[in-house]
């Protein structure tokens, strides 16, 4: 079955960077855009931008353009959210989702990473 | 402040039918369909409605969306202590050329 499986918890420095991973199986990596949605503790989900690792294009929400890039390397279906100048304001559940183009709508989230910020 | 807008809460009985609404404007629901997805506490979001009506394999055929003009709604009927969840809206905004989201609605049975 399609699924999506993310790299563990992060603690982090004010400042500092932070790069997570989404490792897809069950479908054909490169045949779908991958996006990335965080939800800051007791908030609301947020969408921050998504790639196509068919040709690694990518698109950003404008909040996270500059600070947020997000890659993937093919050959091992994963794909990465890499966050810079983290501050207290990214602690946040970070998910990436695959967005399924015959239903419009992401169908499959990964399980969530919990980045933590604090000075 | 999110750019769809949900009831923070909502609330029924075993049984009931319960309705969470999502408004919006012209540049997301008015030109986009909405999906709407299921969050139990502690988990990843669910998919549980896409283009505005249509539900994904397995999800109940108590669950129903709809949507007019620039608003959508999720119904529950039959309601069950498992329906407990938070519930978000979703949509394509053209305007953002974003990803938007409702603030969720925390359902309790």
């Known amino acids: 079955q399609m699924q999506l499986v993310q790299s563990g918890a992060e603690v982090k420095r004010t400042g500092s960077s932070v790069k997570v991973s989404c490792k897809a199986s069950?479908?054909?990596?490169?045949?779908?855009?991958l996006h990335w949605v965080r939800q800051a503790p007791g908030q609301a989900l947020e969408w921050m931008g998504w790639?196509?690792?068919?040709?690694?294009?990518?698109n950003y929400a404008q909040k996270f353009q500059g600070r947020a890039t997000i890659t993937s390397d093919r050959s091992k279906s994963i794909a990465y959210m890499e966050m810079s100048s983290l501050r207290s304001e990214d602690t946040a559940m970070y998910y990436c989702?695959?967005?399924?183009?015959?239903?419009?709508?992401?169908?499959?989230w990964g399980q969530g990473t919990m980045v933590t910020v604090s000075s | 402040q999110s750019v769809l807008t949900q009831p923070p809460s909502a609330s029924g009985t075993p049984g009931q039918r319960v309705t969470i609404s999502c408004s919006g404007s012209?540049?997301?629901?008015?030109?986009?369909?909405v999906n709407w997805y299921q969050q139990l506490t502690g988990t990843a979001p669910k998919l549980l409605m896409y283009?505005?009506?249509q539900r994904p394999s397995g999800v109940p055929a108590r669950f129903s969306g709809s949507k007019s003009v620039t608003s959508a709604s999720l119904a529950i009927s039959g309601l069950q202590s498992e329906d407990e969840a938070d519930y978000y809206c979703?949509?394509?905004?053209?305007?953002?050329?974003?990803?938007?989201f409702g603030g969720g609605t925390k359902l309790t049975v």
């Open positions: 989702a695959r967005w399924d183009s015959s239903l419009t709508a992401f169908d499959v």
């Open positions: 069950g479908y054909t990596f490169t045949y779908s855009f």
């Open positions: 790639i196509t690792p068919l040709s690694g294009a990518t």
């Open positions: 012209s540049s997301n629901i008015g030109s986009n369909t």
């Open positions: 283009n505005n009506d």
């Open positions: 979703g949509a394509w905004d053209d305007s953002l050329n974003a990803w938007v």
